[in-house]
Structure formats: C-alpha cells, structure tokens
C-alpha cells in the first residue's frame, strides 16, 4: 500500500471514533507496506487516558509480531502524537511516523515540542501533512457538532425556582 492509502486507512479509523462520540482519531501501523495493526481513540468508550489510537495500534502490533520492538514497522495518525504517544514510539523504535493534522495544544512531534529531536536512544524519520486537510476538517467538525450539542443542551432545559 502507499503512503496515501495507509493514511486513507488511518482516516477511515478516525470516522469511526466520531461515530462512537470519540475524539476523531485513527492510526494504522504498516510492515512492508501491509497494514499489520489500526485503531481509534477509545478514551470515552473505554474510561481510560490511555486509549489513544497510537497506543492502542502498538499494542495491537506488538501482539501481531510476537514483540515489543517494531523497528521495522510505520505508524500512521491522523493527528500528531501527544507526549505519552510520542514516548511509545520512542520506546516501540517504529522506524517512521506520518502525521496528518498537526497539534499546537499538545503535538510532541514539532508544534508544541519535539520529543524526537531530544537525545534518547531512538529517533523515529517523521514526516507530517499527509491528507492534512482531510484530518483536520474531520476534527472541526467534530468539535463544531460537539459544541452545538451542547449549546442545545443548555437551551432545552429551564432551571427551576423554587418558590
């Protein structure tokens, strides 16, 4: 697969977190090119701060190949990596990480911060901006539909006195 489908892949996962209420996030992690693991943000579904995309497409990957090393595997997100994303893929060693949309409020990839560049034992290639728009208007949307819900919310009920 090329890197433009993988991302596609990637996009297809973060729509379906939008469906379950979920932050629009999505990654797939490729060996060879094939796609070996996805997922989506489950944060909300699952109660847990944890379930990233990227965290829970590692786990998937490790389970896949028998390991927690994937020096030979690339990660594609929707969104840039947070900080406890962006250790995972330290500590994973994926070999290249690919980006979508970037994040200026929590994006350790080169927004905020770049973890990558600061000297720990493994450097991922890093590459940012495929289907940017694509990732970026499923997010607004996203948070724009969020926002309406509940400004409705707030109009739809009265409060009360008592008297």
Same mark, same amino acid.
């Given at each position: 697969m090329t890197d433009l489908e993988l991302m596609q892949a990637a996009l297809d996962e973060a729509k379906i977190a939008a469906k379950l209420g979920e932050v629009p996030v999505g990654a797939v992690i490729a060996k060879d090119g094939e796609i070996i693991a996805r997922a989506h943000n489950l944060r909300e579904? *699952?109660?847990?701060?944890?379930?990233? !995309?990227?965290?829970?497409?590692?786990?998937? !990957?490790?389970?896949? &190949? +028998? *390991?927690?090393?994937?020096? /030979?595997?690339?990660?594609?997100?929707?969104?840039?990596?947070?900080?406890?994303c962006s250790g995972a893929i330290i500590n994973s060693r994926l070999r290249r990480v690919v980006y979508g949309a970037g994040d200026p409020k929590a994006g350790c990839c +080169?927004?905020?911060?770049?973890?990558?560049? &600061? $000297? @720990?034992?493994?450097? $991922?290639?890093?590459?940012? *901006?495929?289907?940017?728009?694509?990732? /970026?208007?499923?997010? /607004?949307?996203? @948070? !724009?539909?969020? =926002?309406?819900? =509940?400004?409705? *919310?707030k109009h739809s009920y009265r409060v009360r006195k008592e008297v």
């Open positions: 579904t *699952g109660k847990n701060a944890t379930y990233h !995309a990227e965290l829970l497409a590692i786990d998937a !990957a490790c389970r896949v &190949l +028998g *390991g927690w090393r994937l020096w /030979q595997c690339e990660l594609f997100v929707t969104l840039e990596p947070c900080p406890m +080169g927004s905020l911060t770049d973890l990558f560049a &600061l $000297p @720990f034992n493994h450097h $991922p290639a890093v590459e940012h *901006g495929l289907l940017e728009e694509e990732a /970026q208007a499923l997010l /607004q949307d996203f @948070f !724009a539909s969020l =926002r309406e819900k =509940r400004k409705a *919310g």
